[in-house]
């Protein structure tokens, strides 16, 4: 059996990598950071939260984020109390361990 959303990632990463590296800006790492920055700040369609608020309880900041820092933190504030009643919900309840 295969890993559908492992091999979907990769996919994306893949065509995401070759038209960055067709653009002006040819080096790798900075395309890669560039990248990651993107994928850790978008919300997840399962969860409809971003990456980062999931493993550190914030968004990370990019340069759309200076521009308009309020709104990012207002909208963060709703998103983070929906994926609490989603996390508590049964599908993810039961990969809390009970404490």
Known sequence: ASNGQAESIVGKFKTAMKKMCTNSNSDVEVNLNTWLLNYHNTPHPATGVEPSVLMMGR?????????????????????????????????????????
């Not at 990019?62 to 989603?86: G, Y």
């Open 59 to 99: 968004r990370l900041r990019s340069p759309l984020s200076l521009i308009n820092p309020l709104s990012c933190k207002t909208s963060l504030q709703h998103r983070m109390k929906e994926t609490d009643q989603r996390i508590e919900s049964p599908p993810y309840s039961a990969l809390i361990p009970l404490l």
